[in-house]
T-cell receptor, first 118, second 112 residues
Framework: DAGVTQSPTHLIKTRGQHVTLRCSPISGHKSVSWYQQVLGQGPQFIFQ???????GRGNFPDRFSARQFPNYSSELNVNALLLGDSALYLCASSLANTTRALLSGELFFGEGSRLTVL | GENVEQHPSTLSVQEGDSAVIKCTYS??????FPWYKQELGKGPQLIIDIRSNVGEKKDQRIAVTLNKTAKHFSLHITETQPEDSAVYFC???????????FGAGTRLTVKP
C-alpha cells in the first residue's frame, strides 16, 4: 500500500511569491494534518482537516491556508513568501474517524516538501 | 497549550550501549505520547507510543516509560546499532486535540 505522498519534493521560490504543496493520504484515512519543520526543530502544527473541513489551526499567519478535497487529498497554500517560510513541510494522515477523536492514534507522515525561499 | 521539552539535544553512544532520551510535558490533559524517528531526508516515522493508562511499553530493543504524576516520559533503546542513528522526537497530545506538540529532537549517533 502506498504511504502518504507529497509533491513537490523540493522547490525554490523568491520572497513575495506564492506556493502550493500537495498531499495524498493513505487510502482510507480521512484526516490530513500539515506541519512545518524548520531545520533543527521539531514539526510544528499548521492545520488539520477532517472530512473536508478545517478542524484545527496552529499559530500561523493568514498567509497560510489549506483545503481538503472529496478524495481526502489536500493542498497547503502559502502567499507572500518570506525568508522565514523556508522549511520542510510535512503532511500526515491518520485514521481519525469521529469529530471527538480527531487524533485517535498514529500520525503517518510523508517525506515532506522542502521549500527554500530566496 | 501543551509544551514539550526534550533532552538531550545530541547523544553519542558506542554500539551495543543503551541510549535514553527524556521528555517533559506541561498539559495534564495529554494522554497520548508517541516517539518518532526521522532519518536524513525523510519524514518522521512512529517507532513506539504509549497511552496514559499504562506506565511502560516495550517493543524488542525499544521501551517507553511514562510518569503521569511528574509529567515526563522517556525512550530507552538497548543494544544500540549504527542504524539507530537518527533524530528522535517525542510528542504529546490528547484524543480530542488536533494539535500534536513535538519536542525539539535528539540527534542520536551510534558509533561502530
Amino acid at each position: 500500500d502506498a504511504g502518504v505522498t507529497q509533491s513537490p519534493t523540493h522547490l525554490i521560490k523568491t520572497r513575495g511569491q506564492h506556493v502550493t504543496l500537495r498531499c495524498s493520504p493513505i487510502s482510507g484515512h480521512k484526516s490530513v494534518s500539515w506541519y512545518q519543520q524548520v531545520l533543527g526543530q521539531g514539526p510544528q502544527f499548521i492545520f488539520q482537516y477532517y472530512e473536508k473541513e478545517e478542524r484545527g489551526r496552529g499559530n500561523f499567519p493568514d498567509r497560510f491556508s489549506a483545503r481538503q478535497f472529496p478524495n481526502y487529498s489536500s493542498e497547503l497554500n502559502v502567499n507572500a513568501l518570506l525568508l522565514g517560510d523556508s522549511a520542510l513541510y510535512l503532511c500526515a494522515s491518520s485514521l481519525a474517524n469521529t469529530t471527538r477523536a480527531l487524533l485517535s492514534g498514529e500520525l503517518f507522515f510523508g517525506e515532506g516538501s522542502r521549500l527554500t525561499v530566496l | 497549550g501543551e509544551n514539550v521539552e526534550q533532552h538531550p539535544s545530541t547523544l553519542s553512544v558506542q554500539e551495543g550501549d543503551s541510549a535514553v532520551i527524556k521528555c517533559t510535558y506541561s498539559d495534564s490533559a495529554s494522554n497520548y505520547f508517541p516517539w518518532y524517528k526521522q532519518e536524513l531526508g525523510k519524514g518522521p516515522q512512529l517507532i513506539i507510543d504509549i497511552r496514559s493508562n499504562v506506565g511502560e511499553k516495550k517493543d524488542q530493543r525499544i521501551a517507553v516509560t511514562l510518569n503521569k504524576t511528574a509529567k515526563h516520559f522517556s525512550l530507552h533503546i538497548t543494544e544500540t546499532q549504527p542504524e539507530d542513528s537518527a533524530v528522535y522526537f517525542c510528542a504529546a497530545t490528547s484524543y480530542n486535540n488536533n494539535d500534536m506538540r513535538f519536542g525539539a529532537g535528539t540527534r542520536l549517533t551510534v558509533k561502530p
